[in-house]
């Protein structure tokens, strides 16, 4: 959008509308994490402890929702919030691997290779993860035939390749960025040698990259980690799901949504932060100086 700048004059300064910029501001792929991290770890001990006491002012006659979430506790963990953290490192796995292959696409010297990384980056950077969970869910289906043999294809993972996609060509982003801020020495210096370019781009390039792609690889991690709860609204049975399960196991009181769901918020907060307080000390380290 245009915006007015301060120009000085005899009498003064006049706003000028200076040109519209279609590109708009520089977005800022560690905006949630750098807020994530910027919190101070006693805020988040405060409102850990602010939950039972909220828990306790609701507390009935016969139980308080403390007392049930106590009991739900172990159960939403192991069955709920570590399935959450499984989906998010396999989704993460794949869409590394596959990133990763579209990163190096992107800087291919032949043009139909190019184009189509292009169009696959685009799109899938662009595309609403949840709208994309329900296209992957129902266009596969739930079993295999092969050679007459059965394989399950559960809906569960169908949201990790649903979540893969996305974060492929976000990593295909960082690839590309990583390795075009090699300095063109490095290249030339490798060419000079003999080294071809596939040879320079395995043997000389990406090793000096890998320490620029860790930040956004762990930054994109956790926004990836903080997505799964969409999974809920699939049918699969990781945390989010099965809290709503156990309030309903409990009578579903009203008095049980900010035990059962803060209890939740606090596990991702728990997992998350010390991810993002790690990715922004990385960045500052491996920051490309100038």
């Given at each position: 959008m245009a915006h007015?700048?301060?120009?000085?004059?005899a009498s003064g300064t006049l706003p000028v509308l200076l040109p519209y910029n279609p590109r708009g501001p520089a977005y800022d792929d560690f905006f949630a994490t750098r807020w994530l991290?910027?919190?101070?770890a006693w805020w988040l001990l405060a409102l850990a402890a602010l939950f039972p006491v909220m828990a306790l002012a609701q507390a009935g006659a016969a139980e308080s929702p403390l007392d049930k979430?106590?009991?739900w506790a172990p159960f939403?963990?192991?069955?709920?919030f570590m399935f959450n953290v499984l989906i998010s490192v396999l989704a993460m796995g794949i869409g590394t691997v596959v990133g990763a292959f579209m990163g190096l696409a992107l800087i291919s010297r032949l043009r139909p290779v190019r184009a189509v990384a292009r169009v696959y980056v685009t799109f899938f950077r662009n595309v609403p993860w949840l709208v994309l969970l329900f296209i992957v869910l129902l266009s596969f289906p739930f079993q295999f035939r092969v050679f007459g043999t059965t394989i399950p294809f559960p809906g569960w993972f169908k949201t990790v390749i649903g979540l893969a996609i996305p974060v492929s060509a976000n990593i295909a982003e960082v690839v590309r960025g990583a390795v075009q801020s090699v300095p063109t020495a490095q290249w030339e210096a490798a060419e000079s040698l003999g080294f071809t370019r596939r040879q320079a781009i395995w043997q000389i390039i990406l090793p000096q990259c890998f320490k620029r792609m860790l930040p956004p690889w762990m930054n994109w991690y956790a926004i990836l980690t903080m997505s799964t709860p969409l999974c809920s609204l699939l049918g699969v049975g990781e945390i989010i799901s099965l809290t709503r399960q156990a309030m309903e196991a409990e009578g579903n009181q009203p008095e049980l949504l900010i035990p059962f769901y803060g209890f939740a918020l606090l596990l991702f907060l728990a997992y998350c932060y010390p991810i993002a307080r790690l990715t922004m000390r990385l960045e500052r380290r491996f920051a490309v100086k100038t």
């Open positions: 007015r700048s301060p120009v000085p004059t991290a910027s919190i101070p979430l106590v009991r939403l963990f192991r069955q709920g």
